[in-house]
């Protein structure tokens, strides 16, 4: 380690061969496939939450087979929360009824396991470090280091100590600056870093607008009995509309425990539409409600998910860096997966800078492999469900008939923050909902549930680049939607003597970056807050 100046700051600066940024299943999986294959690399893994794990959020019904290639000694071992699949179920949902629905062939889910996304990260974690990877959690990277040609050279960390004014404090201490051969962006959806590097090189041109789903999760106890450990059943339809993408997951556990999540897509026309809200109606579905009844949660969480697909993969290439997983948009969303596309992606990465030692190559070597013609062939189903539920549906049965070989490819140009409509030209559907009595009563009962923790003396992490919009334009034109989409109640709007004002609550703020994608005027810019905030979703 050795000192040097940035601007007027010094900072301490690290060297290593191949730096990665986020310890996810992506990530760490590239880590553990260089140490295989180059054990005299320098490798290290950033990652923002306090320990590895602590930020991962998925369903998760994961393909075994990339985890097998990688570690498979994982059975032997595998994390406390490993169940495998035994059964599948697909519903449509009505107000009052349930009726099945033939299950996709995407669904299919024998030989695939149930996990804890975050126990799984811990566990490829240990594995990595045996292998000698250096990981760093509580280290959030803020922004890319460039070369003197722009090539990327590493990452900054964020700085720990500023005051809410972003000034240092006493405990003041200037992030250090990791410098890499090739650095490696694993962060998941919507990364901050991933966001700056895809707009510094333009790596979106071309591409459609990703587009994204925000997922709500719980992990309930039951009393025994209602539990069939490995049951995996999933509905679309009620508490949504025919015009809103989404649906529902149920994923039995073993010892009386159930995951219970919903997912509903933003690219949503309805300015007061409420994702969390949506979720609590789910819960209470006739044919829901029962199961949970005299339950408790035990956790909670949400989380973006890119769902955009083979349409909007941007460039995974840029000088001196690349992008894997989810950073670029790798889930299957037929499947309702991306763990197994994750790992794939992480391992190709380090086999490709392996035997090449440099990015140049990755992007085209990635759309011909497995993972990315597993994307093409699925190309359409997303983008069938932005003309509404049935087309959807209809266009999904055809895609499977097929088996993704229509000869043409479905597309959208508009991002999600632009589809939402203006109040006044709007005339919202009648959903039908009802009086709730499950828990969590609010949202932030919610975020109790979720564990977060910020440093409240520490500055708001969620920039709002014109805080006048919110208080004039967006009051008349939406009526301040992030104060629904938002599932964490990060966003408020506030009277008092000099009217109305945005109030942001950073400390509720569970990472999931929907204020990122769905703002209408997107003015809001989420930001890595200090190294080691954020939620704790060990179990989810």
Known sequence: MNSAAAGEVERDVMEYDVAIVGAGPAGLACAIRLKQLKPELNVCVLEKAATVGAHALSGAVIEPGPLDALAPEWRQSPPSICVPAAQDEMHLLTRAGRFRLPLPPQLHNRGNFIVSLGLLAAWLAQKAESLGVDIFPGFAAAEPVLGPHGAVHGVRLGDVGLDK????????????????????????????????????????????????????????????????????????????????????????????RVYVGFVAGLDYEDPGFSPFEAFQQFKHHPSVKPLLEGGEILAAGARTIAAGGWQSIPRLEMPGALLIGDAAGGVNVPKIKGVHQAIRSGMLAAEHLAASGSPAGFDALWRASPGGQELRAVRNFKPGFKRGLWFGLANAGLEALTGGRTPWTLTHKTPDHERLRRIDSYTPPERHWVERSLPPRDRLASVFFASTSHDEQQPAHLKVHDPSICTDRCMREFGNPCQRFCPAGVYEMVQDQGGWRLQINAANCVHCKACDIKDPYAIIDWTPPEGGSGPNYQSL
């Open 165 to 256: 004014t972003g000034k240092p404090g006493s405990n003041y201490t200037p992030g250090a600056e990791i410098h890499a051969g090739t650095t490696i962006v694993a962060e998941g959806s919507r990364g901050s870093l991933a966001k700056q590097l895809i707009r510094r090189f333009g790596l979106d041109a071309g591409c459609a607008p990703q587009t994204y789903g925000l997922g709500l999760k719980e992990l309930w106890q039951l009393p025994e009995g209602r539990v069939r450990p490995g049951l995996i059943q999933h509905t679309v339809g009620w508490p949504l509309d025919g015009r809103t993408y989404g649906g529902s997951f149920i994923y039995h556990l073993s010892e009386n």
